[in-house]
């Protein structure tokens, strides 16, 4: 298949920015740049890449604290997440120094997402599906053609995202994954924000937390 990805696992959270390609165009999305940028544009420049644009699943800081700069020094927009996640987006700056992470900035995307918006990356379309309870913005991005997802921490192989946050909703967690994401196929393979990424049938059948 045309599209090509890599992780890189940025910041102290070991978030796994994730980077889509086209081989052919070598055109590039940035998916959650949460810090580490050198690291990310020697990944770029490695594969011969030209980065079209950033695209954030949510706001939390070790996925959007290094988008402002990011876009800053690539001069692309930032897409993405759901306007849900302002607050969170808005207070970048704040979270760094509660967690001790050096230039984090709060960033207003050029485009905010909504639910069945469609979106390419690396050649390929994705769909957009709000899935709120993590945060209220998190949005997980399908392409139905290349039965690929990219989740952010909405689920992850064998749990999903915390929700013990002010903001966090459980039940509108487990609605997401189970009302939105699960239905979409069992051979639909994801990658997640933290760790291995794995399929939709998988989690259906062993995941602990969407067992009743
Ligand atoms: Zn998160
Ligand atoms: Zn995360």
Known sequence: MP?????????P???????????????????????DLP?????????????????????????AGGADELRERLGVPVIGPHEADRMLLDNLDKQGRAYGLDGARNVVPDRWLVEGEALEMG?????????????????????LAE???????VLFRGS???TDFPYGDHAALIASIT????????DIRFLCGHGPGGTFGEER???????R
């Open 179 to 186: 009302q939105k994401l699960l239905p979409l196929g069992d």
């Open 39 to 63: 690291e990310i544009e020697a990944m770029l420049a490695q594969h011969g890449l030209t980065a079209e644009q950033i695209v954030l699943t949510h706001g939390h800081i070790d996925h």
């Open 13 to 35: 959270f070991q978030q796994n920015c994730t980077i889509l390609w086209d081989e052919a165009a070598k055109r590039a999305t940035v998916i959650d740049p949460g810090g």
């Open 123 to 143: 050649g390929v379309g994705f769909d957009t599906l709000h899935c709120p309870g993590h945060s209220p913005g998190s949005v997980v991005f399908v392409g």
């Open 147 to 153: 039965r690929a997802a990219i989740v952010g921490d």
């Open 205 to 211: 059948r062993s995941n602990p937390f969407l067992q």
């Open 3 to 11: 599209l090509k990805a890599a992780i890189l696992h940025v910041t």
């Open 160 to 162: 999903i995202g915390r």
